[in-house]
C-alpha cells in the first residue's frame, strides 16, 4: 500500500504539529526505526499502521493511503431517499443508491431482507470482489462457507471476501434493513452483484 510519497506526507503532518519521531512513536505505540523507515519509504504503511498514525496526528487516513488523481475530482451522486433503482430478489429487496456516479470502484445499496432460511433466500452466493454490509434495523444471520453463522444486530459491520460462499437470513419478525456495499472489479459489475 505504499505509494510513492506516503513517507513525505507523513513527515510533513508531523513536522506540521511540531511533532518528533519519538514522540509520535510514544503516542501512537509503533517505534521510532519503524516510523523512520516508513517516512523514508523503506517500509509499507499498511491500514492498521496509517490508521494509528493519523489518529495521532488527526488528519484523514485517506491522505496517507491513496494520491490524489491528476486533475480536479469534483464528482457526487445522491439519493433522494425511496428514489433509488429497485431490483428484487429471493426475499430480498435491492435499492441502488448513487447509481449515475461514473468509473466508481464500489456499488451500494439498501437492502430489505425477509427470507427466514437459506432456501427461501436462494442459497449461497458468490462474487468477485469485497462485501460490506453494516446493519440499520433488524437481525440479520450471516452465513459463510468457511466460518460459523453471525449474528449482526443495529449496528454492526462485516467485510469480507465476496468469493466466499454467503448467504443471509432474518432472525425474528422484522425485516433486515442493511447497507451494502461491493467492490467493482476493474472489468464491470460482478454478474451477481449483491444478489
Not at 510513492?4 to 510514544?26: C, M, P, Y
Not at 494509528?52 to 488527526?58: E, K, P, Q, R, Y
Not at 431482507?113 to 453494516?134: D, M, Q, V
Request: aromatic share 6%.
Amino acid at each position: 500500500m505504499m505509494q510513492g510519497n506516503v513517507g513525505s506526507k507523513i513527515r510533513d503532518a508531523r513536522k506540521e504539529q511540531n511533532i518528533t519521531l519519538r514522540d509520535l512513536s510514544e503516542r501512537s505505540g509503533l517505534s521510532v526505526s519503524q516510523l523512520s523507515k516508513l517516512e523514508n519509504g523503506k517500509a509499507r504503511l499498511t491500514v492498521d499502521v496509517a490508521l494509528m498514525i493519523a489518529g495521532v496526528l488527526h488528519v484523514p487516513v485517506a491522505s496517507f493511503l491513496f494520491s490524489p488523481k491528476p486533475g480536479m475530482q469534483a464528482r457526487r451522486s445522491i439519493t433522494r431517499a425511496g428514489s433509488g433503482i429497485l431490483h428484487q430478489g429471493n426475499a430480498m429487496e435491492f435499492e441502488v443508491l448513487c447509481s449515475d456516479f461514473r468509473d466508481k470502484t464500489n456499488i451500494f445499496w439498501r437492502v430489505t431482507l425477509r427470507a427466514r432460511s437459506l432456501e427461501e433466500n436462494g442459497g449461497w452466493r458468490s462474487h468477485s470482489g469485497e462485501e460490506f454490509i453494516h446493519v440499520l434495523s433488524g437481525r440479520l444471520e450471516l452465513h459463510t462457507i468457511h466460518y460459523d453463522p453471525t449474528v449482526l444486530q443495529p449496528g454492526d459491520s462485516i467485510l469480507f471476501d465476496g468469493e466466499m460462499q454467503h448467504a443471509y437470513i432474518a432472525l425474528g419478525d422484522a425485516p433486515v434493513v442493511m447497507l451494502m456495499s461491493n467492490t467493482v472489479p476493474r472489468d464491470g459489475l460482478p454478474a451477481s452483484a449483491g444478489a
